[in-house]
């Protein structure tokens, strides 16, 4: 004897099994978040990887300007080394937000170097009371032993740069940067030329 399924346990089954309309929707549903996602990353990195190669090359603009000691009309040295780093980052950087930082050093080891301090409690940084060497003489320890300014012939002069550039997505933020900026650095240190000296006389540190 042959035992057969009731015919109601499978009407309709083929139909249901051949109709895949709607299917390809359902899967760009699950898709479409995680591709979006990674086309505001590839934006968001690229924009970033831009500004950041704008500001290298703004400063080395700036330093070769810098390093020859002319003194423009109507300004200063310094005026002149903003105004080129903020024209050659083509209007992407605020200047009114970027930190630009000029110092002349004695020689290349001290660039970025502080005051030597005794470190009583081990924390790895200078905190009130503690005994340092006061190598400009003006009472307070220093964390940057240079000077501000663009030097004179010869001098050993850092160009830094910071900008906490703005995020263009709120989706990026807590990915890849806080409080929705992304703070790029950008830091170069050249010598002056002995602009002021007598052809083939050594440069002061030399």
Excluded: C
């Excluded at 080395?60 to 024209?87: H, K, N, S, Y």
């Excluded at 964390?143 to 001098?155: K, L, N, P, Q, R």
């Excluded at 950008?186 to 010598?191: D, E, K, L, P, T």
């Amino acid at each position: 004897m042959v035992l057969r399924r009731p015919g109601f346990l499978s009407f309709g089954r083929p139909a249901l099994v051949e109709n895949q309309r709607g299917s390809s929707l359902v899967e760009f549903a699950f898709a479409a978040p995680l591709v979006v996602l990674m086309l505001i990353a590839i934006i968001e990195f690229g924009m970033i990887m831009f500004v950041s190669t704008l500001m290298e090359s703004a400063l080395r603009d700036a330093a070769r300007f810098g390093i020859t000691g002319q003194e423009p009309e109507g300004g200063t040295r310094l005026e002149q080394i903003i105004a080129i780093v903020e024209d050659r980052t083509i209007g992407l950087v605020d200047m009114a937000d970027a930190k630009v930082e000029v110092r002349v050093y004695p020689t290349f080891g001290d660039v970025g170097r502080g005051e030597a301090f005794v470190d009583g409690n081990g924390n790895g940084a200078y905190d009130p009371g503690e005994t340092f060497t006061d190598e400009n003489g003006n009472g307070a320890h220093d964390a940057d032993v240079g000077e501000a300014g663009a030097g004179e012939a010869g001098s050993i002069v850092a160009y830094r740069m910071e900008y906490a550039w703005p995020l263009r997505t709120p989706l990026a933020g807590p990915l890849i940067g806080e409080d929705g900026k992304f703070v790029l650095k950008s830091a170069i240190a050249v010598r002056n030329e002995p602009y002021d000296q007598a052809i083939g006389a050594p440069a002061p540190g030399g």
